[in-house]
């Protein structure tokens, strides 16, 4: 089974809207850390927001929140206030806390596409 | 704090070469890993290193090797170079190899085989 799963290959939203991205996990590890990144066109992966296992409360930072479902295991990334540049690649990834160190799992992405 | 640093940034090699990408990982992070980004296969992970050792690998036959030194950085080999190697390689660090660290992504390297 797929560790990570973004069922969105391409979306396009307006820009000044909010935007969510799909992305659900499968593991059976009580310990995990789920993450997104962020790719644009140049190729580099930026590191966008982080939310543990054990997090209580969804992640936020500035435009970005984390919606944590747990019990769905679904970690999708909204995107507030759309701009231009957050036209790029998303990816979805989780490390689990005590398998395989340090290795992540990623998802296939989801280019988003932010219109004027 | 500067971050992960990947050299060089563009290569151009012909099949049956071989070829050495850099990475120089965040100061202090000890963990370094290496992905294949292809437009058909997306993201691979190809190995991780730890302190020297090499914790984890992926799917890739014995052509693609690693190395890391006592000051973190790391090399990654890949000889008798394939058309189909032609991808961008990424670099990640971490802090430790354990628990829940953020992976920081470097540039990567965009390798073209001809």
């Known amino acids: 089974a797929q560790k990570i799963t973004q069922t969105q290959p391409g979306m396009f939203v307006q820009e000044k809207e909010a935007v969510t991205l799909d992305c659900t996990y499968d593991t059976s590890d009580p310990s995990y850390g789920l993450f997104w990144y962020k790719q644009p066109s140049s190729g580099e992966m930026i590191f966008l927001i982080y939310?543990?296992?054990?997090?209580?409360q969804n992640a936020t930072e500035g435009r970005y929140s984390l919606n944590f479902q747990k019990a769905r295991k679904s970690a999708n990334l909204v995107i507030s206030a759309s701009q231009l540049g957050d036209s790029a690649m998303y990816f979805c990834a989780m490390r689990e806390g005590h398998d395989n160190f340090n290795k992540f799992y990623f998802g296939s992405g989801t280019k988003l596409n932010v219109k004027p | 704090k500067a971050g992960v640093t990947q050299t060089p940034r563009y290569l151009i090699k012909t099949r049956g070469q071989q070829v050495t990408l850099s990475c120089s990982p965040i100061s202090g992070h000890r963990s370094v890993s290496w992905y294949q980004q292809t437009p058909g296969q997306g993201l691979q992970f190809l190995f991780e290193?730890?302190?020297?050792?090499?914790?984890n690998k992926g799917n890739f036959p014995g052509r693609f090797s690693g190395r890391q030194f006592s000051n973190s950085r790391s090399e990654m080999n890949v000889s008798t170079l394939e058309l189909g190697d032609s991808a961008l390689y990424l670099c990640?660090?971490?802090?430790?190899?354990?628990?829940?660290?953020?992976?920081?992504f470097g540039p990567g390297t965009r390798l073209t085989v001809l």
């Open positions: 939310q543990g296992s054990y997090d209580q």
């Open positions: 990640a660090s971490s802090l430790t190899d354990g628990g829940t660290d953020t992976q920081y």
């Open positions: 290193y730890f302190s020297e050792t090499q914790r």
